[in-house]
Nanobody, 115 residues
Framework: QVQLVESGGGSVQPGGSLRLSCAAS????????MGWYRQAPGKQRELVAT???????NYADSVKGRFTISRDNAKNTVYLQMNSLKPEDTAVYYC?????????WGQGTQVTVSS
């Protein structure tokens, strides 16, 4: 079993920053990729940023230049640094790990950007 625990969500004013964390525990083996997704009310879940085990990253166009994904392999943790936040970034953010052919999701953390 693998458990993902997210933290770091909250409320922030436009232009502010937040850092999300997602720590994996349990039988961690051969992490192929880590990533962040988000789902706003009434919308489908969408990719925010991903990173493969080789370090290759991919970002949604809407967050390029503002968000940065990073990882700490020793802690089995992935981070999402979010800067210059906009109201349209408001959503529940989910982390996702791909271990070999299996995927695991976090429980989600709310990010609200509002003045």
């Amino acid at each position: 079993q693998v458990q993902l625990v997210e933290s770091g969500g909250g409320s922030v004013q436009p232009g502010g920053s937040l850092r999300l964390s997602c720590a994996a525990s349990g039988k961690i083996f051969s992490i192929n990729a880590m990533g962040w997704y988000r789902q706003a009310p009434g919308k489908q879940r969408e990719l925010v940023a991903t990173q493969t085990n080789s370090g290759s990253t991919n970002y949604a166009d809407s967050v390029k230049g503002r968000f940065t994904i990073s990882r700490d392999n020793a802690k089995n943790t992935v981070y999402l640094q979010m800067n210059s936040l906009k109201p349209e970034d408001t959503a529940v953010y989910y982390c996702r790990f791909v271990l070999r052919s299996f995927e695991f999701w976090g429980q989600g953390t709310q990010v609200t950007v509002s003045s």
